[in-house]
């Protein structure tokens, strides 16, 4: 009988172990999900996706002008050059600010010496502080439509100001600056590495109004370079991390073709055009009724700086604030120049677009792609024509809109992706009708003839 019992306390004791075991690893058990094949696509590592920005990295001008007298010239943003112009502002210290008379206001016929720069959308005028020397106490001023570094005549305390002008309120405010004239000269020769003459245009007058909104645009052709960049994929592990709480409960579906969506039943993030585009969105969330303690531009600096980063050369382009929601849009910038088209036919293939509500991010969208570091050698150059050849050619070939729609002008990137190689072709737009158009002058496409140049693609 001793034996019997031995026997039974053995199994016992054998029993309470193996449901000890058993209970830890049903309590430690994660289910291992299928990673998707992602053929030979190559990824970035999680930790190398992007870069943290201060915000006035992001502050970027639209146009840089160089202004002598009544000649002026368009500053090519050209690599970094327009970056190191701000930069410099920065070493700019202000002393007290003060309400100039609309002398001053932008016009075609005001001539001065010295350097415009023009933003996308005003600046506020707390912003200043980042961009300049100046304290926050002397800022008088509510919103800065454009920044000019102008040679000052008799009457004023130091040879070199700075005017902040604010179309809105129609107000332009002066700062001395302890700048000489021979220190803006050799400022202004060293960002000049190329430059357009340029004539001043009011496309959409003003009534009744001094400040005028004056743009620069080219009297001759412009020479610019097509660039061309290997791309790389970015997967979406890392975004799983950083935009759910947990990612252990976020669970993957499939939908048409090869987009995709991950959630955790009050967060969503879609990958879509075939994983090219990020879109997140929290329906959770309604509109909120906090009163934001931050500028939008700010918190999608925070947010984006917090969820893995920048990836190439995004700006602030626009930007609105009130009503139920906050927007904030950052357009990809390639040496210098933005991007406004792509063969995709959506704006989220080079953009970054950031929703507020309250104090709540609810939408962010960005492109999954990132650029090499450097472009191919490949030394192609497309010749544009002048302004008023532009101007002809919507009169009598384009149907889209009529010319006296036309607001503003500029000329920038369209780019074409295909699998790993996009290319990036100087075109003109014009902003009419609430949106950037693509005026194509030529019979044939540089993108076309890179693409057809032996280049390997996947």
């Given amino acids: 009988m001793p034996f019997i019992e031995n026997v039974k306390t053995f199994v016992l004791w054998a029993m309470i172990l193996t449901s000890v075991v058993l209970t830890y690893l049903v309590s430690t058990y994660q289910p291992a999900y299928n990673v998707l094949d992602q053929g030979d696509n190559s990824y970035i590592e999680i930790e190398d996706i992007g870069e943290t920005k201060s915000f006035t ?22 690599g970094d050059n327009y970056l190191e112009i701000m930069e ?46 100046i304290d926050e106490d002397m800022i008088l001023i509510d919103r800065v439509d454009r920044i000019i570094v102008t040679e000052t005549s008799g009457g004023t305390p130091s040879d070199v100001a700075i005017r902040f002008v604010d179309m809105e309120a129609e107000e332009v405010y002066q700062s001395p600056t302890s700048v000489t004239v021979s220190d803006l000269e050799s400022f202004s020769q060293g960002i000049a590495l190329e430059e357009t003459e ?34 790389t994929h970015i997967a979406p592990d890392g975004f799983i991390h950083t935009l759910f709480t947990d990612p252990d409960y976020v669970r993957q579906y499939f939908q048409e073709g090869e987009d995709s969506s991950y959630t955790d039943g009050t967060r969503m993030m879609d990958m879509t055009n075939r994983g090219a585009v990020l879109e997140y969105v929290r329906p959770d969330l309604t509109a909120g009724s906090q009163v934001p303690t931050q500028s939008i531009v700010r918190a999608s600096q925070e947010f984006i700086n917090g969820h893995f980063g920048w990836t190439d050369d995004f700006y602030a382009t626009s930007w609105s604030e009130g009503g139920s929601n906050d927007r904030a849009s950052f357009t990809m910038h390639v040496q210098g120049m933005p991007v406004f088209d792509s063969n995709a036919g959506s704006a989220s293939h080079y953009t970054i677009d950031i929703t507020r509500s309250g104090n709540e991010i609810i939408e962010y969208s960005r492109p999954m792609f990132q650029l090499e570091e450097r472009p191919f ?77 032996g280049l390997e693609q996947d």
Avoid at 221 to 230: D, G, N
């Fill in 57 to 78: 990295d992001l502050l970027y001008p639209s146009q840089v002008i160089s202004h002598s007298g009544s000649d002026r010239s368009w500053v090519h943003p050209a």
């Fill in 377 to 453: 050698e490949i030394d192609t150059n497309v010749e544009l024509p002048p302004y008023s050849e532009v101007e002809t050619y919507i009169e009598e070939e384009m149907s889209t809109f009529p010319v006296e729609t036309v607001e503003d002008a500029r000329v920038a990137y369209s780019m074409s992706r295909q699998n790993s190689i996009a290319v990036f072709e100087p075109v003109w737009f014009v902003y009419a009708r609430g949106q950037w158009h693509e005026v194509d002058m030529n019979s044939e496409s540089v993108t076309e003839e890179v693409l057809e140049d």
């Fill in 198 to 231: 340029v004539e001043p245009r009011v496309l959409n007058e003003r009534d009744d109004s001094s400040f005028q909104p004056v743009r620069y645009l080219p009297v001759e052709p412009v020479m610019e370079r097509v660039f061309t960049y290997e791309t």
């Fill in 88 to 133: 410099t502002l920065q070493e700019f210290e202000l002393e007290e600010m003060e309400l100039t008379g609309s002398h001053h206001a932008p016009g075609v016929n005001r001539s001065f010496n010295g350097m415009e720069l023009i933003f996308d959308e005003p600046l506020e005028g707390d912003w200043l502080e980042y961009l300049v020397g």
